[in-house]
């Protein structure tokens, strides 16, 4: 019921920057949970920033400081804003969004951080 579509990855130097976007195909409005997830090779999917009903954004620790997750409710748009960006950076990044108990994810956008 709910697709959602990254943007915005690709190969990156080492301290640059990319803005990652995640269009959904309706209101994003009262869902309860939103966010950003990675995967690099061999590594589980794991948690970059993700926001609650409380408007509480969680962070990984690897990314606090230089990432930046937001949600623009009239466009029905999760943004990531990758800043200062590290090799180990690298991976898949999916959105997710949790609504009435059902996760929704989309197909993953690769950002690659290599001199």
């Known amino acids: 019921q709910v697709q959602l579509v990254e943007s915005g990855g690709g190969l990156v130097q080492p301290g640059g920057s990319l803005r990652l976007s995640c269009a959904a195909s309706?209101?994003?409005?009262?869902?309860?949970?939103m966010g950003w997830y990675r995967q690099a090779p061999g590594n589980q999917r794991e948690l970059v920033a993700r926001?609650?009903?409380?408007?509480?954004?969680n962070y990984a620790d690897s990314v606090k400081g230089r990432f930046t997750f937001s949600t623009d409710i009239a466009e029905n748009t999760l943004l990531l804003q990758m800043n200062s960006l590290k090799p180990e950076d690298t991976a898949v990044y999916y959105c997710h969004a949790l609504q009435n108990g059902i996760n929704y994810w989309g197909q993953g956008t690769p950002v690659t951080v290599s001199s």
């Open positions: 309706r209101s994003i409005f009262g869902f309860n949970a």
């Open positions: 926001i609650t009903n409380s408007g509480f954004i």
